[in-house]
């Protein structure tokens, strides 16, 4: 078990900078997530930790020694990417046991191991073909058998489901989250997808542009989102955000027509400041007795056992999901309420936008 720490570490191609300069530590046995939209700098940072990317600047510890100049095989760690190369002369059994052949491991030890991995991965059935004969699901599987198979220290995975379909995905995440438990690995996960990162992972690093957002377990992203970006990307479907302008301390009006102002804990700054307000689909009431903001109904989604209704608010398009038992229709005038406790604000109104608390 070794503990993974990036100090500003930097990664620019040419001109363009993937990564600005992020700094986190995961802990000695910590299952940490990387979450962040297509193009955000994801494997970029998971590349550098592995030793396939130079890191441009800064410093990657492991167990606080600085290993920038360490070569992939000397870091200790098994590596499951998305579209990781699997050896092709080489046969799905031959792939898997790589790594502990690597290590010199007596073939009679190594048989039951590959054996193993080979069933908790789903692959036992193809395991005298070569790579090409395989669908790309069944290719992913290799490639992470072959990075579990180790017992490494460090397991680094990069989408490493992103070919499979949704049910297989579910069970092999849990079978990755087991396994990181079993062998006492320092995990890092890549992935776009927040199911993922919220079924696995015990913190998440949010990031943005090559810029990490946000740190902490996924309650703390969720309750307490530090940017409108964080606030946005978590939850399905997403915030609300309403344009906003400050009253007073602690009042604001919504930009859309005839609306009422409205109370907020958060201490506001200035009158006359736009800020955004925000609330998530999940806190929108239908009707009740303070249910004071006009909407009309727009849409009505059916999604597993919850509607999905999206309400026209003077113009702007605010979801809700609810038991599905409203029997709303498209055109019916209804009234909202935003329980006080569930009211974000941020500071602004693009994606840097800072929470206020
Ligand atoms: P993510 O994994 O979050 O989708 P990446 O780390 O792959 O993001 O990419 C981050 C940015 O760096 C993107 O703009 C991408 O186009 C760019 N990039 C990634 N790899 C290279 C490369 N080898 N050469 C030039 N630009 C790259
Ligand atoms: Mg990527």
Known sequence: MKSVSLHDVRKSYGGVDAVKGISFEVAKGEFMGILGPSGCGKSSTLRMIAGLEDITSGELRFD???????????????????????????????????????????RAEMAPRVQKMAKLMEVEDVLDRKPYELSGGQQQRVSL????VRDPSVLL????????????????????????DAIGATSIYVTHDQEEAVALCDRVAVMNFGDLQQIGSVEELWHRPRNRFVAGFLGQPAMNFIPSVTVDRHRLRFEVEGQPTIEVRQALPEPGRRVTFGIRPEHVRIGGEDASIPGRVVL???????DVITIDVGGIELKTRTGTHWAMASGDQVRLAFPVESRHVFDGEDDAAPALA
């Open 64 to 106: 606080g020694v600085v290993v920038n100049e360490l070569s992939p095989k000397d870091r200790g760690i098994g590596m499951g990417f998305e579209n990781y190369a699997l050896y092709q002369p080489l046969t799905v059994r031959e792939n898997i046991a790589f790594p502990l052949e690597a290590r010199g491991m007596p």
């Open 145 to 148: 058998a072959r990075a579990l």
């Open 157 to 180: 995975l990069d989408e490493p489901l992103s070919h499979m379909d949704r049910h297989a995905r579910v069970r092999l995440r849990a079978r990755i989250r087991h396994i990181h």
């Open 300 to 306: 009505v989604e059916m999604e597993g056992d919850v």
